[in-house]
């Protein structure tokens, strides 16, 4: 990489979005599992219609396995913006679970009604009263309607949850750092870095950078277990990385957080769900290699593409089926789906 012209100090965030195509956590897995379905979803906009309304709108759509973990986490960001605003947290957790439930529901009807509006792009922000986009829901958006169990299960399991954060000690401690030192996500897009000349979101979900240590926090809803908490800790040196060059942090004083609040519901286990760890110089030299590699990679498919090479499915081919992935995934418009719904289009 020397002398090649770009720096490998990292470069902040300037626009709002990174140029594409960029990386994170999440894209580097969608495209292990399935290259197609990492093309549709990140790269939709080279497509050519009809196809690429269908992409556009079928990308936004969250599974309904994830509701669950996505409400506690707009739970949380939203008492700990209310404590750094006004230094209380909420006097009724539940309440906030069934407004944003409500929200998620209500913004997938705005969804699909713009879905349904010939020409209509995607919603945002303020559409259909809802302050905030919401993910709309993949079964829903299909026709497949939860029934009044299923989201009384999803509002049970949000409490449980939101329990053990309480009952973590975590709060108590968060209110021992000054709230100049908070470092809520923003309530824009998800911050991003360029590091040698590779775009990188790093979405935390939350961070402190008190004068003596930096701590970057993320919420973990379902159960601990080695390749969990690998993934976690690789999210957490994204954030790190982020830190050092957003907020001067030093490697050596930060400080990983996971909080693992899918445990059993009790003080001693609630007590016990936060996992700590060091900045791991080595691990960290793993996920620049990895960007590095991906990063190269997505560039030589695209220059196929642009080149007129080859179309932009026929770059990304459809490794996940000989995984099993095409059940799991929100494409309905890719004819390997099983409930392919626009085969003709691709």
Sequence with gaps: MEGDGRSRKPVMAETSYPPSPNLSKTSIGTFDECERQYALHYLWIELSQPVKREAWFQRALMKWSLLVGQVVDDVITEAIRRYYDKREWPENWEKGVERILEEYETWTEVFIEHYRTPGERPPKDGDGGVRFARQPLENVFYGEYPTQEDWEGARKRCNELI?????????????????????????????????????????????????????????????????????????????????????????????????????PINAEAASQCIHEARVDPQRLDRLKDRWRKRYALLNERLAQVKERRCSLLEAFPPTGVARGRCKACNFRLCEYHPQSKGSEST
């Design 163 to 263: 329990e053990v954060f309480r009952a973590s000690g975590l709060m108590e401690r968060l209110a021992g750092y000054a709230t100049d030192t908070w470092r809520p996500p923003p309530r824009s897009a998800a911050p991003w870095f360029e590091w040698e000349g590779i775009p990188v979101y790093a979405k935390y979900d939350f961070a402190i950078t008190a004068p003596e240590e930096t701590l970057v926090f993320e919420w973990k809803t379902g159960r601990m277990s080695e390749r969990a908490e690998n993934d976690a800790l690789d999210q957490l040196h994204t954030y790190a990385f982020y830190a050092q060059h957003a907020w001067n942090s030093e490697p050596e004083s930060t400080r990983l957080v996971g909080v693992w609040l899918g445990v």
